[in-house]
C-alpha cells in the first residue's frame, strides 16, 4: 500500500507539471509528463490490487511492465485467464463429458447453457489474448467521443456515490444487500455443518453498515478509474518516445503543434485523468 500510494503522488505531480507546460506550450513536453502521470497511475493501481511486484515494474522482459502503464492490465487479465477462466473451461469440458445423452434430451437448457458458458469463456480467452504490443493513434473525433462519454461516466457515477453517503440509502436498502450477501455466503457453505455457527459468528462485522457502505463506494470509484486510464494509457504509450527524440526529418516541435489531436483535447484528458488518480487517492483511503 505504501509503494502505491507513493506512486500515486508522483503521478499527480506529473500530470499537474503536464499542465503547467501545455499552459506554455511546451507541448512535446506536455504529452510526455501526461503519459508518464498515466503510466504511473497504472502501476499505482497495479501495486494496489497485487497483480505487479516493484520486480515486475522495473523489468523490461515479457513478464515485466517496464515503461508500459497499460501492461499492469495485461498482466491482471493474464491472471484472470490462468486462475478462473482455464480451470473453469476444463470444468465444463468434464461435465459435458458426463452429462448423459436422456438428459440433454429431456432438459435440452441444460446442455443449451453449458454449450453458451463455454462459448463465452472461449471468448474471453480470445480477447484477453489480443491484447498486444502495438498503439493506435486516434483522431480527433475518436478522442472526443471517449472524452463526452467518460465525462458522462463521472457524472452519473458520482450521482451513485453521493446516494451512497447520503441520508436516503436507507436501512432498507443497507439488509437488502446484507441478506443478499449472506445467501450467497450460505450457499459456498451449505455442505459444511457448520455453516449457520460460522455466519452466526461473522456475518455482523462482515456485513455491518459501514462495510458495506465502503464496498459500494469502492466499486463505484474503480468504475471511475479503470475504463478511462486503460485507454489513455494505451493511447498516450505512442508518445513515450516520440515526444522526446527528433530522427532525420522528424521533429517533436513540428509534430506536436496545435492541430495534434492530442493537443486539441489535452486538457479534458488531463482533467479526466486528475479525476481518476483522485478517485485511486480515496480508494486507498477506504477501509476494506
Not at 171 to 181: L, M, N, Y
Request: proline share 5%; net charge neutral; charged share 30%.
Amino acid at each position: 500500500m505504501k509503494l502505491a500510494k507513493d506512486t500515486l503522488a508522483v503521478a499527480q505531480q506529473d500530470i499537474k507539471a503536464s499542465i503547467v507546460l501545455f499552459e506554455h506550450s511546451f507541448f512535446p513536453q506536455a504529452v510526455f509528463s501526461l503519459q508518464q502521470g498515466i503510466e504511473k497511475g497504472w502501476k499505482a493501481y497495479g501495486y494496489y490490487i497485487g497483480t505487479i511486484t516493484p520486480e515486475k515494474a522495473r523489468s523490461m522482459r515479457n513478464d515485466g511492465v517496464g515503461h508500459k502503464g497499460h501492461k499492469v492490465l495485461k498482466i491482471t487479465l493474464n491472471e484472470f485467464r490462468r486462475i478462473i477462466i482455464s480451470p473453469l473451461i476444463r470444468q465444463v469440458n468434464a461435465i459435458r463429458k458426463y452429462y448423459p445423452s436422456s438428459i440433454n434430451k429431456e432438459s435440452p437448457e441444460g446442455s443449451t447453457f453449458l454449450t453458451h458458458f463455454d462459448n463465452d469463456l472461449h471468448w474471453a480467452q480470445k480477447e484477453i489474448d489480443k491484447i498486444t504490443e502495438s498503439y493506435p493513434n486516434p483522431t480527433s473525433e475518436e478522442l472526443q467521443t471517449r472524452i463526452e462519454r467518460y465525462q458522462n461516466d463521472e457524472q452519473k457515477i458520482q450521482e451513485c456515490e453521493d446516494y451512497f453517503k447520503s441520508p436516503e440509502f436507507d436501512p432498507k436498502t443497507r439488509e437488502s444487500i446484507r441478506s443478499r450477501a449472506i445467501e450467497e455466503v450460505m450457499s459456498v457453505l451449505k455442505n459444511n455443518p457448520k455453516a449457520k455457527e460460522i455466519i452466526d459468528n461473522k456475518t455482523n462485522n462482515i456485513f455491518d453498515d459501514e462495510r458495506i457502505k465502503n464496498i459500494l463506494l469502492a466499486v463505484t470509484k474503480d468504475m471511475v478509474i479503470i475504463n478511462p486510464l486503460l485507454y489513455f494509457a494505451i493511447v498516450t504509450q505512442l508518445h513515450e518516445s516520440k515526444t522526446r527524440y527528433p530522427d532525420k526529418d522528424y521533429s517533436p516541435l513540428k509534430e506536436y503543434t496545435k492541430d495534434h489531436p492530442i493537443i486539441l483535447y489535452f486538457e479534458s484528458i488531463a482533467d479526466i485523468t486528475q479525476t481518476c488518480l483522485n478517485k485511486m487517492d480515496e480508494l486507498f483511503q477506504i477501509s476494506l
